[in-house]
C-alpha cells in the first residue's frame, strides 16, 4: 500500500509538472504587438513591434510616408527577463520589458545611444 502511495504521489507530481510546463508554453506562443511613436519625425504613423518569443523573432512593421513605402522585415531576437535585443546592421536594438522603450545605439565597438522610441503595447479598446 506505501509503495502505491509512493508512486502514486510521484505520479501526480510529473502530472503537475507536465500541466506547470504546458501552461508556461502557451504564455510563451503569444505574440505582443508594441505601438511606438517616433519622435524623430512626429509626423510619420506610429509602427508597430511584433515579439513573438516562441519562435525568438521581432517583426518591425512601418506605414507608407511621403519619404518611404510601406514594410515589414522579421528579426531573430534575444529575450530575457529584462530586455528584447535584435540587430539591423550596425544598429543593435534593445526594448525594456518594463518600460517598453526602444533604444537604438550604433557601433558595435563604442556603442552609444542614437535614438529613444516611446512604445506601448497595443490592446484592443472596445
Known sequence: ?????????????????????MSCQAVLADTVTLICDNPYHPDNPPFTLELDQAQGTVTQTFSATQYSPAGSSKYAATFDAREIKYTIGDFAYAIDRVTGNLTATSNPGNPRVVMNFPCHVGKTQF
Open 1 to 21: 500500500m506505501a509503495r502505491h502511495l509512493a508512486a502514486s504521489g510521484i505520479a501526480h507530481c510529473f502530472l503537475g509538472i507536465a500541466i506547470l510546463a
